[in-house]
């Protein structure tokens, strides 16, 4: 039997018939009234729905978990699909396809109750902005997880591929005329004291990326601490820039040592030989110029590599949030102003609404 056509009637048929015994048929009947009230949208049909889920609750044809749940669905902000477990990375990531395909079907009900049958477009706008950070959030958490996993992995790699580079330069060192006997040796005159300071870089760039990625694991939810990030993803830069300069700087001074110590003394210098000539310049230096500036530009390039496959997924999708946060903040502000200018309604005091109705 059809419902009449105005939709108070039709609530009020609906009870009769539930009262009578067609409580299975509940369902169907709800979706009814949504038909009927999306031909009549009005912002006072969320108050109708929430005063009959209270009735029917009372009438117990569903429980208060089920009432609060229709009306959230259909008519409140905040997603039924993404609560409880699911707001944890440990249990919603690993299904974050089913849930997303679970609110983005919400928000299709959400369609029909806020912005269809009330009218509300801006608590339905509200609802789709939710659900895109939802998405971004959910990604972020996945790129968070993955991220330590990463830079361990890049650190293996780097480590191994630093180590055969340097066992190889080292073996041919050990066949020139020069003749090293140790690694020690070796690293005084291919790097001298810029060691320490590539060194103390270097650490400084790993502590300063794991301080970088906490600080991104503790602000996925809620960019608040936006002054903190951003310093710290200027810091990785700057200590990606002062190890190139390290090796600049130290190319500078070997090629100067070296040709001081070849040069030094222009009577001699034209005296000697081409071949004393160069091996003063091996011996003056010119060695630690060129080595300063292979561990310099390839140390640089390894850095931001480093920074890119390790936290360029997450700085970019933070960036995206806290950029559609402040959108988000000036749309809100732009609201209220509206509803300001807009009169208010009479509010009827003898309203029963559901629990959750209040955003």
Same mark, same amino acid.
């Given at each position: 039997?059809?419902?009449?056509?105005?939709?108070?009637?039709?609530?009020?048929?609906?009870?009769?018939?539930?009262?009578?015994?067609?409580?299975?048929?509940?369902?169907?009947?709800?979706?009814?009234?949504?038909?009927?009230?999306?031909?009549?949208?009005?912002?006072?049909?969320?108050?109708?729905?929430?005063?009959?889920?209270?009735?029917?609750?009372?009438?117990?044809?569903?429980?208060?978990?089920?009432?609060?749940?229709?009306?959230?669905?259909?008519?409140?902000?905040?997603?039924?699909?993404?609560?409880?477990?699911?707001?944890?990375?440990?249990?919603?990531?690993?299904?974050?396809?089913?849930?997303?395909?679970?609110?983005?079907?919400?928000?299709?009900?959400?369609?029909?109750?806020?912005?269809?049958?009330?009218?509300?477009?801006?608590?339905?706008?509200?609802?789709?902005?939710?659900?895109?950070?939802?998405?971004?959030?959910?990604?972020?958490?996945? !790129?968070? &997880?993955? /991220?330590?996993?990463?830079?361990? =992995?890049?650190?293996? %790699?780097? #480590? $191994?591929?630093?180590?055969?580079? *340097?066992?190889?330069?080292?073996?041919?060192?050990?066949?020139?005329?020069?003749?090293?006997?140790?690694?020690?040796?070796?690293?005084?005159?291919?790097?001298?004291?810029?060691?320490?300071?590539?060194?103390?870089?270097?650490?400084?760039?790993?502590?300063?990326?794991?301080?970088?990625?906490?600080?991104?694991?503790?602000?996925?939810?809620?960019?608040?601490?936006?002054?903190?990030?951003? !310093?710290? &993803?200027? /810091?990785?830069?700057?200590?990606? =820039?002062?190890?190139? %300069?390290? #090796? $600049?700087?130290?190319?500078?001074? *070997?090629?100067?040592?070296?040709?001081?110590?070849?040069?030094?003394?222009?009577?001699?210098?034209?005296?000697?030989?081409?071949?004393?000539?160069?091996?003063?310049?091996?011996?003056?230096?010119?060695?630690?110029?060129?080595?300063?500036?292979?561990?310099?530009?390839?140390?640089?390039?390894?850095?931001?590599?480093?920074?890119?496959?390790?936290?360029?997924?997450?700085?970019?999708?933070?960036?995206?949030?806290?950029?559609?946060?402040?959108?988000?903040?000036?749309?809100?502000?732009?609201?209220?102003?509206?509803?300001?200018?807009?009169?208010?309604?009479?509010?009827?005091?003898?309203?029963?609404?559901?629990?959750?109705?209040?955003?």
């Amino acid at each position: 039997m059809a419902l009449p056509g105005n939709l108070d009637r039709a609530i009020g048929e609906v009870e009769q018939r539930l009262a009578s015994g067609c409580e299975y048929q509940f369902d169907s009947y709800f979706q009814q009234l949504l038909s009927l009230a999306e031909q009549n949208p009005d912002s006072e049909n969320k108050i109708r729905f929430s005063d009959h889920l209270v009735r029917v609750n009372e009438m117990g044809v569903i429980s208060q978990r089920q009432a609060r749940e229709y009306y959230n669905r259909y008519f409140n902000v905040k997603f039924v699909s993404l609560s409880g477990d699911y707001n944890t990375c440990a249990q919603a990531c690993p299904v974050q396809g089913e849930v997303m395909s679970n609110m983005r079907n919400e928000l299709r009900d959400k369609q029909v109750g806020l912005l269809k049958a009330s009218d509300d477009k801006a608590a339905y706008y509200r609802a789709d902005h939710l659900l895109k950070e939802a998405d971004l959030a959910q990604q972020t958490r996945q !790129a968070a &997880d993955k /991220m330590d996993g990463g830079l361990r =992995q890049f650190c293996y %790699g780097t #480590g $191994v591929g630093i180590s055969l580079t *340097g066992l190889a330069l080292y073996g041919q060192d050990r066949l020139s005329p020069s003749g090293i006997d140790s690694v020690g040796n070796w690293l005084q005159i291919n790097l001298g004291h810029s060691i320490w300071l590539f060194a103390a870089v270097a650490v400084l760039f790993i502590f300063t990326l794991i301080k970088l990625s906490a600080q991104l694991r503790s602000n996925l939810d809620e960019p608040d601490d936006t002054s903190r990030i951003s !310093a710290l &993803d200027q /810091m990785l830069d700057v200590w990606t =820039q002062v190890f190139i %300069g390290i #090796g $600049v700087v130290w190319t500078a001074v *070997g090629m100067r040592a070296a040709l001081q110590y070849a040069l030094g003394e222009p009577d001699t210098a034209l005296a000697d030989s081409a071949d004393n000539v160069l091996r003063k310049l091996v011996d003056g230096g010119i060695l630690l110029a060129l080595t300063t500036t292979i561990v310099g530009a390839v140390g640089g390039y390894l850095m931001r590599v480093c920074k890119t496959i390790t936290l360029g997924a997450s700085l970019q999708q933070y960036y995206d949030q806290l950029e559609r946060r402040d959108i988000a903040e000036l749309v809100a502000a732009t609201q209220r102003i509206e509803q300001q200018l807009q009169p208010s309604p009479p509010v009827n005091q003898n309203i029963t609404r559901m629990p959750g109705a209040q955003l």
